[in-house]
Nanobody, 115 residues
């Protein structure tokens, strides 16, 4: 059974930076497409960034130029580096792993951007 655990969330001022980590276990990590999603209160969950097993990357328009997704297959970990954070980035950020019909979700980590 796959298990994903996010870490690195917290409170940061506008313009600040955070790096989120998602550690995977119970899956063949290198074969999975990995993504970060976020959900703000009262809003739907949206894709933030995705990195495929082949290393192809997509970003939501709202984070292009500010966020960077990366993966370290040797550590079974995917990262999201977030720079120039804005209050509208405040959300629960969740890690997702997918391979064919198999998928897994992490528990989420809270990111709050506020003065």
């Amino acid at each position: 059974q796959g298990h994903l655990v996010e870490s690195g969330g917290g409170l940061v001022q506008p313009g600040g930076s955070l790096t989120l980590s998602c550690a995977a276990s119970g899956i063949i990590f290198s074969s999975y497409n990995m993504g970060w999603y976020r959900q703000a209160p009262g809003k739907q969950r949206d894709l933030v960034a995705r990195i495929s097993s082949a290393g192809n990357i997509i970003y939501a328009d709202s984070v292009k130029g500010r966020f960077t997704i990366s993966r370290d297959n040797a550590k079974d970990t995917v990262y999201l580096q977030m720079n120039s954070l804005k209050p509208e980035d405040t959300a629960v950020y969740s890690c997702h792993a997918a391979r064919g019909i198999s998928f897994h979700w992490g528990q989420g980590t809270q990111v709050t951007v506020s003065s």
